[in-house]
């Protein structure tokens, strides 16, 4: 039997988060506010997990999207989901900047719900259908389902870089996976460099062939690997931050810190690919060094829990609140501490005039795929005021050429930044904030969102 969307997102997370017993709510985020709208149009459906374990729901309706929730067992939980996913594939793709683990029971674990998954889709797909499937947890999708439904077209988008060589080489299974992305007909990537990492990897692991970024296989089909750099709803965040209620509240939190001159941010999930650590640590060598004086630089860092069960996230977090504490009892005095930290999520109105509070906002991941916060930033700053510190080793500085960038393993060079950005001329900040802003609004997430989809169906 066939099924009737037309259009189909398989994604690890279904788009919606659970609030109370038997409410949903859609989850905050440019990937849903992108694909809502095509998924009306086209009769659409999204399959993913709920996010609890061992949770077995039949497939539901919500504010216009039809959900088709996958299973997973509280094993699976921890062996695909933590494990594989986010203990060997994440720190891989990211340089391994932690030490990936190898273990062959996760990756049991990850091929059977990789499987679990393409059943589902290819039970949820209309004939000929649009099946768009998203990042590192579901590589083996695309060709397990190619198996089951030969008749649709499937896409594939990597939202994480994806490695050079010499590092993917390094995984067991590394030919299942590049034989898994194959199954897809477009493989997008967030910068060029991962198109074509994926290109060289193929052809020396596989034998295959290709001209420029189109794979060419024995079965005489074609696969392209392209980049397609993801991107924020500009227009969304540019009306929000014109609301008075949200330039009053930007004012309150500036007064709330005591009204320093320089305010400093860090927006980020706590992981160890962000660079918090490296980031406070230069920030807290100027103070060591007297260039900064308690009462006249706060740095607000939010770090949203993430992964709280994986072992390396577990140590980030006592790392970081050791060093939080160090710096401020170090360094502070009363009413006045250097750092204000909060391990916390914060809704969209709050962290909007969070960014409109900041004069500079620190970006400064080790390896990141894009990092909208970047993105999100520079859409909130229509007053041309604010700089932004941009590690050279996120996707966005592809694009954010106008952002102070940043060697992020360099604390002297960020030390040097900070103090520049602290320090420009407004003239400075607004020529360079204004570059920043054509960007990012004329390459806002609609168009990454189309762009892609038409470059799948043609
Ligand atoms: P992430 O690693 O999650 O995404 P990022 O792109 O920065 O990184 O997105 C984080 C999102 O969470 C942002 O929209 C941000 O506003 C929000 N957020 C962060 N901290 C928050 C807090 N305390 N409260 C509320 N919201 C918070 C992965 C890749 C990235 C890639 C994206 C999209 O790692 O490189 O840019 O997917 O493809």
Redesign the pocket.
Known sequence: MRGTSSFLIVANRLPVDRVGEKQWRRS????VTAIAPVMQRRDGAWLGWTGAAGEELKPFDHDGMHLIPVPLSSMEVEFYYEGFSNATLWPLYHDVVATPIYSRVLWDAYRAVNDRFARAAADAAAPGAVVWVQ?YQLQLVPAMLRKLRPDVKIGF?L???FPPGELFQQLPWRRELLEGLLGADLVGF?RPGGASNFVRLCRKMLGVSAVKNDIQLDDGRTVRAEAYP?S?DFGELDQLVRESHVMARAKEIRAELGDPEHVLLG???L?Y??GIRARLKAYGELFAEGRLKPGEAVFVQ???P?RERVEEYIRLRNDIELQVGRINGEYGEIGRAPITY?H?????E??AALYCAADVMM?T?LR???????K?YVACRHDLRGALVLSEF???ADELRQAYLVNPYDIDGMKRSMITAMQAPPHELGRRMRSLRRRVATHDVNRWANEFLTALES
């Open positions: 905050p985020g440019g990937l990042d988008f939202h994480i870089p967030q993801i924020v927006v980020d999930r992981d690919t962000k939010v770090a949203t993430t909060m916390q999520s914060f809704g969209r709050e962290l970006v991941p990141d795929g894009m990092n909208l916060v970047a999100e996120a996707g966005a």
